[in-house]
């Protein structure tokens, strides 16, 4: 059963960047393909990214294209979002999520709360 | 851009049937899936590939899909299934679009 754990809640400064972990245990990373999905507070969904197997790339929301960077470690099983130059519309929750090959994401982690406030 | 259209709320009588839209230019062309989500709390996966249930959800949780519109049916709706719910596909230039969401009202 795969698990995903995200790191805890950030305040940031606008201009900043922030770096948000996703931890998966139950499977190892290289057999996944993670996403990163937020919501802003009372919003929807907003796919930003996440890797694409059928092209071995990382892709990425053109919306945040320049600005968001999705990394991953293996040999922690440790996923990585960085957001840069952060602005108020950025404060979210920010959710890792696996995408089952070639359809939905299927499982979730619990978020993380990234507030953007001079 | 791909766009997917949902009504902003749903409301239905404890115990009768919700139907739940999500609107797209040919949306039957492509695999739709259904999150459910509670406040404060991560989405869930309901309906996968448009009709497919994940383990653990119950089979009054079904889904349908063609031409320019895709339907999310609960049926016994119980007061536990007050969520709000996203359509979801995998669009080629897009890539992942999420409709607007639909808060559903168990009366």
């Known amino acids: 059963q795969v698990q995903l754990v995200q790191s805890g809640a950030e305040v940031k400064k606008p201009g900043a960047s922030v770096k948000v972990s996703c931890k998966v245990s139950?499977?190892?990373?290289?057999?996944?393909?993670m996403h990163w999905v937020r919501q802003a507070p009372g919003k929807g969904l907003e796919w930003m990214g996440g890797?694409?197997?059928?092209?071995?790339?990382?892709i990425y929301a053109q919306k945040f294209q320049g600005r968001v960077t999705m990394t991953e470690d293996t040999s922690t099983d440790t996923a990585y979002m960085e957001l840069s130059s952060l602005r108020s519309e950025d404060t979210a929750v920010y959710y890792c999520?696996?995408?089952?090959?070639?359809?939905?994401?299927?499982?979730w982690g619990q978020g993380t709360m990234v507030t953007v406030s001079s | 851009s791909y766009e997917l259209t949902q009504p902003l709320s749903v409301s239905v009588a404890l115990g009768q049937t919700a139907r739940i839209t999500c609107g797209g230019n040919n949306i039957g062309s492509k695999n739709v899936h259904w999150y459910q989500q509670k406040p404060g709390q991560a989405p869930v996966l309901v309906i996968y590939?448009?009709?497919n249930r994940p383990s653990g959800i119950p089979e009054r949780f079904s889904g349908s899909n063609s031409g320019n519109t895709a339907t999310l049916t609960i049926s016994r709706a119980q007061a536990g299934d007050e969520a709000d719910y996203y359509c979801q596909v995998w669009d080629s230039s897009t890539a992942g679009v999420f409709g607007g969401g639909t808060k559903l009202t168990v009366l």
């Open positions: 890797f694409d197997p059928e092209d071995g790339e990382t």
């Open positions: 999520a696996t995408r089952a090959a070639g359809t939905a994401f299927d499982i």
């Open positions: 590939r448009d009709s």
């Open positions: 139950g499977y190892t990373l290289t057999e996944l393909s």
